[in-house]
């Protein structure tokens, strides 16, 4: 069982590449993860994480069992997500609990995202809440970055200062949001430097796969669209395919690209698709990383 901590593995390793995958729909979830995860550990990651979900369609509870599986079958370290805006101090002891007798040595705390109707938690406002109940705990945290600003945060200014501050609640790492445009990217990164965040960022691609999924993506988190990419939406209008395969395509260059600037990290947000990992990962490989 892979019991690596993410903050080794940056220390170990020249470029960590990483994938996020989400616990498959469906009763057999853990089953499908299994699946799916063998596919993956064929590729060799640095590590997974295993995203969670607040309720809804997807299967929230699954993600310590399903990080701890690819953990200990397939030996590759994982990271299980936390999200703490509807959570009470019990039910974070309660995961805690659960997540270190399943051997799980990383999290990534986050908040999660408003739910309209739902209780916003007393104990834990912000992600920087989380953080140091989960260090205290001994876990490697992590936490979530914004290269152009979390979308309810007003400037990119306090977006790098609520950034510090989960650096200074005991972050060891931190996962970026997608983005489209590495630029973009670069200036987060000088700006995070100027202000003295030291945890190594990974940085999280997501291909695009059609023309609807990244209208979502786009108003979900409002990254910006690149006019590069608008032209591809428009060539391959007509061909769903063709433009998938740009998609990813222009994922794999945005990954070499931030390879070739020296980032301290890439992860390949693969949306459970193996063949979008694979894609990812031996482009950077054969770029020579
Ligand atoms: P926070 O850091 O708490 O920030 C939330 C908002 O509050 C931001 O606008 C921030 O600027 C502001 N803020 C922070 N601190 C302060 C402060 N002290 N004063 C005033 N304002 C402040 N969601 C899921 O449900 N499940 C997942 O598995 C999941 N995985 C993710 C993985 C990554 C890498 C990323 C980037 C996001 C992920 N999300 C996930 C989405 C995430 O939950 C949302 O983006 C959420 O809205 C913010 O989470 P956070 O941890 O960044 O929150």
Sequence with gaps: MSTATVASIFENQKLPVSFEIFPPKGDLTL?????????????????????CSAGGSGNGQATPAIAAMIADE????????????NASSQSISDAIADMRERGIANVLALRGDVIPGNEPSASFQYAKDLIPVLADAGFCVGAAAYPEGHIACES???????????????????????????????RFMDAADRAGITPPITHGIMPFMSKDQISRMVFMCGASLPSAIIKLLAKYENDAEALRQAGIEYACGQLIDLAQHGVDGLHVYCMNKPEVARAGIEAVRNAGF
Excluded: W
């Excluded at 799916?36 to 640095?46: D, G, H, I, R, V």
């Excluded at 609520?162 to 973009?184: I, P, S, Y």
């Design 31 to 51: 089953t499908a993860a299994r699946a799916m995860a063998s596919e993956l550990a064929e590729l060799k990651p640095s590590f997974v994480s295993v995203t």
């Design 74 to 85: 397939f030996d590759v370290p994982t990271v299980a997500h936390l999200t703490c805006i």
């Design 156 to 186: 990119d200014a306090a977006s790098i200062e609520h950034l510090k501050m989960k650096q200074d609640a005991g972050a060891q790492f931190l996962v970026t949001q997608l983005c489209f445009d590495n630029e973009r990217i670069y």
